[in-house]
């Protein structure tokens, strides 16, 4: 962790030790470092040794050279700390052929087990309308919609996806 960073937008260090971040002429600044990252550009906040050309144990040791703040705990206080985000990949908007392949299999699969499948089905669930990469569904008539995935998820994300289970097609 690390108690300052550089900020690209404005070309900055921000001291987090400082209640000001040693820019007093940037009232909103706190807020915008404390935005999270998924409302922001990931790249704003940058390490500081790597901006400064040097070489960062955390990047060494696979993490990203852009950097989140939060509130940490020391004792009863709640100062600011950076930490680097994770190394992620981004995914694509076209299919790759791994994900096409995978998609091909669950409705190959599922139908020989003699199921109902199909691909991009367009779905109807608790959380609104979707399109499953395949719906698979039971003699029961139980359907379970599959979306096939290649890059990191987070936990939080694949059960926000979870909760998206299809009810009905449409």
């Known amino acids: 962790m690390a108690n300052g960073v550089w900020h690209r937008g404005y ?21 915008e470092i404390m935005t999270s990252v998924a409302e922001r550009d990931p790249e704003l906040l940058e390490c500081l040794a ?4 040097n070489t960062c144990e955390s990047e060494a040791g696979g993490k990203s050279p852009w950097m989140f703040v939060r509130r940490g705990r020391v004792g009863g206080r709640r100062p600011l700390v950076a930490a680097h985000l994770p190394v992620t ?9 791994q994900h096409k ?9 599922a139908l020989r087990h003699g199921l109902e499948a199909s691909a991009e089905q367009p779905v109807r669930g608790t959380g609104g ?7 698979v569904t039971g003699p029961d008539g139980t359907r379970i ?9 987070s936990p939080s994300a694949v059960h926000r996806r979870s909760v998206k289970v ?5």
């Open 129 to 135: 309308r979707g399109v499953a990469d395949a719906l």
């Open 50 to 53: 790597h901006h400064d050309g």
């Open 11 to 31: 070309n900055i260090e921000v001291n987090l030790s400082l209640p000001d971040l040693g820019h007093p002429d940037r009232p909103g600044l706190l807020d």
């Open 145 to 153: 919609g599959w979306e096939i995935q290649y890059y990191p998820l």
């Open 101 to 109: 392949a995978t998609k091909e299999r669950v409705v190959a699969t």
């Open 166 to 170: 299809p009810a009905t097609t449409g």
């Open 89 to 97: 990949h981004k995914p694509s908007a076209a299919e790759t052929d």
